[in-house]
């Protein structure tokens, strides 16, 4: 029996497409907007992490290595990537009319 990628990665780390119980399409666009935001903020420097972002939409079993490659990036690239990450995710407040 195969241990679920979830369970590789620590409480504190479930966020975004690492968290537990996604649909597998939510977790796809969760990692398409994660590898946007790491392309457009980091470019050709976070190419091995675009391409675990990548290769993790079909298989779940690459999670675990995409963040340790995002937690492995420079803390100022890293910064940047969670922020905007936070930003786009952010609920967005009840538009007033």
Same mark, same amino acid.
């Given at each position: 029996?195969?241990? &679920? &990628?979830?369970?590789? !990665?620590p409480s504190?780390? %479930?966020? @975004? +497409?690492? #968290?537990? @119980?996604?649909? &597998? ?9 994660? %590898?946007? !935001?790491?392309?457009?903020? !980091? @470019? ?6 675009? #391409?675990?972002? $990548?290769?993790?939409?079909? *298989?779940? #079993?690459?999670? +675990?290595?995409?963040? $340790?490659?995002? *937690?492995?990036? #420079? +803390?100022? *690239?890293? %910064? ?7 930003? !786009?995710?952010? +609920?967005?407040?009840?538009?007033? %009319?």
């Amino acid at each position: 029996m195969s241990v &679920p &990628p979830s369970t590789l !990665i620590p409480s504190a780390d %479930r966020w @975004g +497409p690492f #968290a537990e @119980g996604l649909d &597998p399409a939510e977790r796809c666009a969760r990692l398409r907007t994660l %590898r946007s !935001i790491v392309h457009l903020l !980091i @470019g050709p420097r976070a190419g091995q992490l675009r #391409a675990l972002l $990548k290769e993790a939409e079909s *298989d779940a #079993a690459v999670l +675990p290595a995409a963040l $340790k490659a995002l *937690d492995a990036l #420079a +803390p100022l *690239d890293r %910064r940047r990537v969670l922020a905007s990450y936070a930003a !786009i995710e952010r +609920p967005s407040p009840e538009v007033r %009319r």
